[in-house]
């Protein structure tokens, strides 16, 4: 038998806010949700956000919560569902309350939490992959567990594994996942992707090495007619001096 733990209780206040209207309760740090079971009449009701979250933390969706509805007599025993969350501060938006009949058993999944230490993972062997957080069980609302231990000291190489069947099961809880099924095991390690430089294909460097060359040759050649053709301008206004000078020689007069 499961141990015996102490009762979680929470109180809420019947809601006559529905619909978009809901974001008014929000926004005074009440929690809309609603009462539904098998033999039960759906009823809108609402708690207060700061009492509802310790409350969800450690009754998580598998352990009993006493659900005291302002006006009622008795408290009813219920299973926190179908948490709703904001997508940016995570914060519960919506939830449900299942009310069970503690004589019938209940289907619901349950946590497994891994326990000891792989060695290896602490060598540096491989790496822990765990397909698997939860499975699904079945067992009266009073014996479900709040979580399933599973020891993976056991795992010390590549290609060891620990299974469904692997979990002791509690005393009056059912466990409906295959037992087959694969919770734990260690893969080798990631391999680290080396960047590869692709080599130029062969004949691709010398071909850019001639066309350098090409290129440098043509500057040469291109650098040298230029400086003969300012050289050429040079001579011939030269020429054009001397020719101007011999003329006006010529055009002088005689001095009689």
């Known amino acids: 038998m499961s141990d015996k733990k102490e009762k979680i209780k929470l109180e809420v206040e019947k809601r006559k806010v529905t619909g978009r209207q809901v974001k008014v309760l929000r926004r005074d740090g009440l929690l809309p949700a609603n009462i539904y079971g098998k033999k039960t009449k759906s009823l809108a009701v609402q708690a207060d956000l700061k009492s509802f979250l310790p409350v969800l933390k450690q009754a998580g969706e598998t352990t009993l919560v006493e659900l005291k509805v302002a006006g009622e007599d008795k408290a009813r025993p219920v299973l926190i569902h179908n948490v709703q969350y904001h997508p940016l501060d995570e914060q519960p938006l919506h939830a449900d309350f299942y009310e069970v009949n503690l004589k019938e058993k209940v289907t619901t999944r ?10 290896a993972v602490k060598e540096k062997i491989g790496i822990l992959i765990q397909p698997l957080t939860e499975i699904e069980v079945e067992a009266l609302p009073t014996d479900l567990p709040e979580k399933l231990q599973l020891e993976i000291s056991s795992l010390k190489q590549i290609g ?42 062969e004949g ?12 440098g040759e043509k500057k040469e050649e291109k650098g040298e007619e230029t400086k003969a053709e300012g050289e050429g301008e040079k001579a011939k206004g030269e020429e054009q001096s001397q020719k101007d000078q011999v003329s006006g020689q010529k055009s002088q007069p005689k001095a009689e």
């Open 204 to 215: 691709e460097e010398g071909e850019e090495a001639e066309k350098g060359e090409e290129g």
């Open 110 to 119: 349950v946590e497994i939490e891994l326990v000891g230490e792989s060695l």
């Open 160 to 201: 060891d594994a620990l299974t469904v069947g692997d979990i002791k099961v509690p005393e009056g809880v059912t466990f409906l996942t295959d037992q087959k099924e694969t919770l734990v095991k260690i893969d080798p390690p990631a391999k680290e992707e080396e960047v590869v430089v692709a080599a130029p294909a």
